[in-house]
């Protein structure tokens, strides 16, 4: 009997070891893993470069707190400054810290210049910002709200897609509009170029912050370090986590210097976010994920794989309905759904996880290998067979 409370759907299975895109359970099998627990393990398992960076950190000092000077948080900033939108960052642990960090963000930069009343934050309903109470209500979806009490005022929401229901819902108070580019948990919805150009320009005309969720979407995992590049519009307000980390859990929230004027000494704060063993990590990650051509190549093996994908569903036109995302952050939508074709695909060894919409959501690490490809497409088109 566990003693972890149940609020987790469990697999019933554990592994000792992984090693790039392949883990082994402790019954001795092996699996592809397409999971990378839930596109955080960007360089796949037991990355040598993470495992270095890791050890070298580890014997010098873990955690010092945010009292102090963080050479290697400094380095990571600057990283990010130098190479994306934005001018500063605040660390974080998950995701969901990043995503209230960056609410918190938004309405402090208001109340900064006097506008204490514009402090709404617009997200998509049913969309998915993390677990904490306001991200919940942010997301305002039931399923995540049900049973945690009041409402936590000041969100609101309009539809996906639907500029009609966006104008509709933002008022004179609206702070921030706050979306991801690609949503992952919602099952792979991907908001068009054409949309995020033309939301930019509603928020520049109603002098409204813009919030680009990137903790599923960022960190190389659409194939360019940020999914809104391929729009080419310019945030104000980038949260991220997951693939940053490579495993390790950190989360940070990028941000134009407009915008950080608010977040003066003591506004914000995090006792562990930024510590030097997780910006050891983090910029182990970026030196890859940087490294020239990595991105392209992302571009390049995923359009290989879409294709694969969408012969496969040619030949199943019953059974999938759409191939759906952008570089390796992929759905495979079903008509009906799609818990069997998952523990199918598990029976087969390859490991996929759900998303909204009966969407399999398919996450390889980003340095995958094309065998590996090869190998998922062989596997999917076996489920398909058998089903
Ligand atoms: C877009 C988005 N935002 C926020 C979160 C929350 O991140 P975490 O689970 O690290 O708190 C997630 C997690 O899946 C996410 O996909």
Not at 4 to 21: D, M, P, Q, W
Not at 186 to 205: A, D, E, M, P, T
Not at 305 to 334: A, S
Request: glycine share 10%; charged share 25%; net charge positive.
């Amino acid at each position: 009997m566990s003693a972890l409370t149940k609020n987790y759907n469990r697999r019933k299975i554990a592994f000792k070891k992984g090693k790039g895109s392949f883990i082994y359970a402790t019954d001795g099998k092996k699996y592809l893993d397409f999971v990378q627990g839930i596109a955080v393990n960007s360089l796949g398992h037991s990355n040598p470069h993470l495992i270095r960076a890791m050890n070298k950190q580890a014997k010098k000092v873990w955690h010092v707190s945010n009292a102090f000077i963080i050479p290697e948080g400094e380095k990571l900033a600057k990283r990010f400054a130098k190479k994306t939108f934005a001018d500063c960052v605040i660390f974080q642990n998950s995701g969901t810290e990043a995503t209230e960090a960056a609410i918190k963000v938004a309405r402090r930069y208001f109340y900064s210049i006097g506008q204490i009343k514009k402090n709404r934050i617009l997200c998509i309903k049913n969309s998915f910002h993390g677990r904490t109470i306001a991200a919940v209500f942010a997301s305002g979806s039931k399923k995540m709200i049900e049973g945690f009490g009041k409402k936590v005022p000041g969100f609101d929401h309009f539809k996906f897609g639907d500029f009609k229901s966006l104008k509709k819902s933002i008022t004179k108070d609206t702070a921030a509009v706050m979306i991801e580019p690609i949503m992952g948990e919602g099952g792979i919805k991907v908001h068009s170029s054409y949309f995020l150009k033309k939301l930019r320009k509603i928020c520049n005309q109603k002098n409204i912050l813009l919030i680009l969720d990137e903790v599923q979407c960022g960190v190389g995992r659409s194939g360019k370090f940020f999914a809104f590049e391929y729009a080419k519009v310019k945030p104000d307000i980038v949260p991220i986590a997951k693939g940053i980390g490579g495993g390790f859990p950190i989360g940070a929230v990028l941000m134009t210097k407009k915008v950080s004027a608010g977040m003066v000494p003591g506004s914000h704060g995090s006792t562990l976010g930024g510590n030097p063993l997780a910006m050891s990590v983090g910029n182990a990650v970026l030196d890859q994920i940087f490294k020239k051509g990595f991105l392209q190549n992302i571009q390049k093996i995923s359009k290989y794989f879409n294709n694969e994908l969408n012969k496969i569903k040619k030949d199943y036109p019953k059974l999938i309905k759409e191939v759906r995302g952008v570089g390796l952050l992929i759905g495979l939508q079903l008509f009906n759904d799609q818990t069997k074709f998952i523990k199918k695909l598990q029976d087969n060894k390859l490991l996929t996880i759900r998303a909204g919409e009966n969407t399999i959501r398919i996450l390889p690490p980003l340095n995958v290998k094309k065998s590996e490809m090869n190998l998922a497409i062989k596997i999917i088109r076996k489920v398909c067979k058998e089903l």
